[in-house]
Nanobody
């Protein structure tokens, strides 16, 4: 069974940077897309970024040009580099992966990490 463990959250001032990491275990990492989602207080969970098994990436419009997702298949990790952070980026960030290999469909994401808090002060 796949397990995901996030790290790297914290408190940062607006304009600052944070780097989130997610370590995966339990299956062949390189065959699966990986994604980051976030949930702010009182709001629904929303898509942030995803990277396919082949390295293609997609981003929410709200983070394009500021966030970068990458993966290291040798280490079974996915990273979200967040720059130019804004107070509206404050949320719990979740790493996630789909249940089937070679798919990028967001409805297929069914395994989630425990989440890591990101707080951006103004």
């Amino acid at each position: 069974q796949v397990q995901l463990v996030e790290s790297g959250g914290g408190l940062v001032q607006a304009g600052g940077s944070l780097r989130l990491s997610c370590a995966a275990s339990g299956r062949t990492f390189s065959n699966y897309a990986m994604g980051w989602f976030r949930q702010a207080p009182g709001k629904e969970r929303e898509f942030v970024a995803a990277i396919s098994w082949s390295g293609g990436s997609t981003y929410a419009d709200s983070v394009k040009g500021r966030f970068t997702i990458s993966r290291d298949n040798a280490k079974s990790t996915v990273t979200l580099q967040m720059n130019s952070l804004k107070p509206e980026d404050t949320a719990v960030y979740y790493c996630a992966t789909p249940k089937r290999p070679y798919t990028t469909e967001r409805v297929q994401y069914d395994t989630w990490g425990q989440g890591t808090q990101v707080t951006v002060s103004s």
